[in-house]
């Protein structure tokens, strides 16, 4: 049998039976969208065609166009690839790291957390896509065996193996997320009045019938899906930062870059996943799912990850003193004080000491300030790769070469586009997906339920 | 009747340890002094062995213009000084022909020695204090069965810190050389022993300051276990042991940051300064997962012998199943650490760092990869199933190969800056390492007969108790 202690909190709050989870989480995709959505959705796509239009341009007359020159050759570009992908780590380090840890507020956030992920993964592999300047040549990254004479990929690089990885992830992360799905898309199948409707959703949904063994077969997939994703999360982050620190640049070769990577990773991807959370429960009303404690969890893991990468860059600034190596410690002592020491400050104050409010119960359960820190979180990883990347390039071994990095207007417009992309794909899921994964919710009504909480409590603790 | 099967288990265990180790007597009771006095006698006698026939070998070879006796020849000292100067000080005797280095590290054999066992002992009582402020800290419930012997486990590292400061006081009054940057004059530029990386690592790497540091561990640490523990006690008969339970999650909390900086510069200090030129920051961490995934092993195992005596029936199958995940999960984290360091290094190739690896790639290679093999693929292979993981000969199996893997780990991390190609793994070796887990389960043992092995008004407790997965 299953016990809970009474002193944990109950997940779902109000008096809720099986129907009520249904009926809410079924809402937003069976109504009209309100006018406000539509506004946002507008802004977005306003946003991701003029992204549109700077990739267009990029492609059309060749990266020349951004603001690169030859001492910084990646800023923006490699920035906004590696601050998309580490965004892109919450979802499945939620659903699955979660859920091998058993964690079951992770129930009422995987679902939006994983679509998250998968978009966001779509906004990273952009990057490396237009960074080629030949982008219909792309199928060259792929080590396929080719008639045009012995051109191999280069196995040695790890851009290479940022393909493997981050293809491997994101096919994995969709299949996890679609298995997720199905019975709750049967749910709306079910639910559903008019015929194309229904139609649409009986095919999404696989025939599922909810029968005692499609449940047995569901929980085995995921749990397969849970183990093979957990080493999928940390490779991903791990090999991104493995394009820096293979390298024999002072700034980008160190040792602790693969776990301080993917604690980043995690630290921004929480990050995101407030912000939208907190904007989808008071939209759709999901306050007695999405609950207080669901911010409040994710708080905690976002102070833990950015104190874990707090001391990473302690560590950093540590040991290049300590190295003794005249370029290392001048690397570092460039980040901290030199022309690009705004940056450094800016990551530093974001990412290492605004967490630290989380320490107080009153601001972590606060949702205007939770939403503020989750913002400014994201602000200060953007700035931690821009950090990385261009302080330890615009600077080399020869003073006579050092140079500054400024973005053209297609850098940013490509950025803006991304985030517009971004916001689309969220917007467009938020109307048509059930945003809480329902039927896994359902399994922990009776356990977590407040109501559930309120009977066991008053019928002693059995 | 828990007393009595307890002692019994204890004196069991320790009189196995004493009888295996053959350089112990059957002192139950005598503890610490006798072991320590005893371990540390007989790595004597071995060393001196070891260094008459280092010497010996000098004079037969004729290699050197000087006499065995180096004090007594100035020529000896430039030679000495030249070879320190040059960078790659700690490896391979063999090169620079080095006598006064080849002597120190002869020397340092039994110092060496103790402090990989010391380590390494400290390293679990240490990993077992951090995955029991883990649980406060993460409001777990299914694991509250098993923390009192976590708690025991603590108990052990007052003994491991205090006899690494007193290392370091000898080290500081040059009675060894485990710590390179403690020798006379490295960082003085008059002195014939410059060296000029390591005087710019005198802001951190000095005497009083490093002793200080040292002192903050061990306040901060065994404080914590003390107070953990005394807390924990005190949950039986406190009035309101929710609030009881909050203050020992934020208690853990504070502990827990306290332990993220000193585990990384723990490890700086005692480890990575042994060879002081070389640096990783990664380093730290990598040290830390070591030290987590032996303290795991060896509660398990704690576990499961306390089990076969009869005691812990509240542990089921699915705590056991849930311990060996655990055990499984960190031996891949510490493969991913280890493989990060070494690839980054090994693919950089880099002068200042990759020396590290070239000490451990020559002498050491067959011990490296061994060390690799038995903390990766042998829990990968053995834990992986849901079966073997319920399966306490499985469970053992994995846990032996495991303790002798990290053990091998903090050995391959110390030995060859310290003793070069001196090293060896045999009696003595073994002996400490009994003497040490002898002396630990007798701590661990009287710890865990001194109060119930259910931490009652737990509030977590029964949850613990229903675990069922």
Request: hydrophobic share 50%; net charge neutral; glycine share 8%.
């Amino acid at each position: 049998m299953h016990y809970e202690a009474p002193i944990r909190k109950p997940l779902i709050i109000g008096d809720k039976s099986y129907h009520d989870i249904t009926v809410d989480i079924a809402r937003p995709v069976e109504t009209k969208a309100p006018r406000s959505w539509w506004l946002v959705f507008g802004i977005s796509l306003a946003a991701f065609l003029w992204g549109i239009g700077c990739i267009l341009y990029t492609i059309g007359v060749g990266i020349g166009t951004w603001g690169l020159n030859k001492t910084v050759g990646w800023a923006w570009d490699i920035t906004n690839f590696v601050w998309w992908v580490g965004i892109g780590h919450a979802g499945t380090l939620i659903s699955a790291v979660l859920l091998l840890f058993r964690q079951k507020w992770r129930m009422s956030i995987n679902r939006s957390a994983e679509a998250m992920t998968i978009f966001s993964v779509i906004q990273a592999a952009l990057f490396p896509g237009i960074h080629m300047g030949r982008i219909w040549l792309a199928y060259f990254v792929m080590p396929i065996p080719n008639q045009f004479g012995s051109l191999w990929v280069n196995f040695n690089s790890p851009l290479l193996w940022d393909v493997f990885a981050i293809s491997t992830y994101f096919t994995v992360s969709v299949v996890f997320w679609y298995v997720g799905l199905i019975p709750d898309f049967a749910m709306i199948r079910d639910r559903a009045i008019r015929p194309v409707t229904k139609h649409i959703y009986k095919i999404l949904s696989f025939g599922w019938g909810g029968k005692a063994k499609h449940w047995q077969r569901f929980e085995e997939v995921s749990l397969v899906l849970a183990g093979l994703a957990t080493p999928l999360v940390l490779s991903v982050h791990t090999i991104v930062s493995m394009d820096f620190a293979t390298s024999v640049i002072p700034g980008w070769h160190t040792t602790i870059f693969p776990p301080y990577f993917v604690a980043g990773a995690i630290f921004s991807g929480f990050a995101m996943v407030n912000t939208l959370l907190i904007i989808v429960r008071k939209v759709f009303r999901m306050e007695d799912y999405i609950t207080i404690q669901h911010i409040e969890m994710m708080n905690i893991i976002i102070m833990l990850t950015g104190s874990i990468v707090g001391i990473a860059y302690i560590t950093e600034l540590f040991i290049a003193w300590y190295s003794g190596v005249e370029y290392e410690q001048y690397a570092f002592l460039n980040r901290a004080t030199g022309p690009y020491w705004w940056a450094y400050w800016s990551m530093m104050t974001c990412n290492v000491f605004s967490p630290q409010f989380m320490w107080f119960k009153k601001l972590r359960t606060s949702l205007i300030f939770s939403f503020i820190i989750s913002i400014v979180v994201n602000i200060g990883m953007w700035f931690e790769r821009f950090v990385i990347i261009v302080t330890s390039l615009h600077r080399d071994y020869l003073p006579s070469s050092w140079s500054m990095f400024s973005p053209s207007f297609v850098d940013i417009g490509i950025f803006i586009g991304t985030i517009g992309f971004f916001f689309v794909l969220f917007l467009l899921y938020a109307r048509s997906f059930p945003v809480i994964a329902q039927a896994e919710l359902k399994t922990i009504l009776k356990s977590s339920g407040e109501n559930y909480k309120k009977l066991q409590e008053k019928d002693g603790h059995h | 009747m828990l007393i009595g099967a307890v002692s019994i288990g204890a004196s069991f265990f320790m009189g196995e340890g004493h009888h295996e180790g053959g350089e112990h007597t059957e002192n139950h009771e005598g503890g610490e002094a006798a072991h320590h006095g005893e371990g540390e006698h007989a790595d004597h006698v071995e060393a001196n062995h070891h260094e008459e026939a280092a010497h010996g070998e000098h004079a037969a070879h004729g290699d050197h213009p000087y006499h065995a006796d180096p004090s007594m020849n100035d020529e000896f000292h430039k030679t000495a000084s030249r070879a320190t100067r040059e960078n790659n000080h700690f490896y391979s005797a063999e090169e620079h022909h080095d006598a006064e280095h080849a002597h120190h590290q002869v020397q340092n054999k039994p110092w060496a020695n103790l402090l990989v066992n010391n380590f390494f002992f400290l390293a679990v009582a240490l990993g077992a204090l951090f995955f029991l402020a883990i649980q406060y800290a993460a409001q777990a419930g299914w694991a509250i069965v098993v923390t009192r012997v976590m708690e025991a486990m603590s108990q052990f590292l007052v003994i491991p810190v205090l006899i690494m400061i007193v290392l370091i006081v000898l080290g500081l009054g040059h009675s060894h050389h485990l710590w390179h940057w403690m020798q006379e004059g490295i960082m003085n530029p008059a002195s014939e022993n410059y060296d000029e990386i390591i005087a710019g690592k005198e802001g951190f790497l000095n005497g009083p300051f490093y002793i200080a540091r040292s002192v903050i561990y061990l306040i901060g640490w065994v404080g914590a276990a003390l107070l953990l523990r005394k807390m924990s006690l005190k949950m039986a008969t406190t009035a309101d042991p929710q609030r009881h339970w909050v203050k020992m999650r934020n208690l853990s909390a504070g502990f827990l940051v306290f332990f993220a900086v000193t585990s990384s510069t723990s490890a700086w200090d005692w480890i990575m300064s042994i060879d002081t030129h070389w640096f990783s920051t990664l380093f730290g961490w990598y040290v830390f997962a070591g030290m987590f995934v032996s303290a795991l092993t060896v509660l398990t195992m704690l576990v499961l012998f306390l089990k076969s005596i009869g005691l812990l029936p509240e542990v089921n199958h699915s705590h056991i199943q849930d311990l060996g995940k655990f055990m499984f999960a960190f031996s891949i984290f510490w493969t991913y650490l280890w493989f990060s360091q070494f690839m980054l290094i090994w693919y950089s190739n880099i002068p200042e760092e990759v020396t590290y690896y070239m000490a451990r790639w020559g002498e050491y290679k067959g011990l490296f990869f061994t060390m690799v093999a038995m903390n990766f693929l042998f829990p990968v292979l053995i834990l992986m199933s849901r079966d073997t993981k319920r399966n306490y000969g499985f469970l053992i199996t994995a846990g032996i190969i495991m303790i002798i893997g990290h053990w091998l780990d903090v050995y391959i991390m110390v030995t060859p800056g310290t003793v070069g190609s001196h090293w060896s793994i045999g009696l003595v070796q073994l002996g400490t390492f009994l003497g040490y887990a002898g002396l630990f389960l007798f701590v661990v043992f009287r710890s865990l007969a001194k109060a119930k092995l259910m931490p009652e008004g737990h509030p977590m407790l029964q949850e613990s108790k229903y675990h069922h997965i």
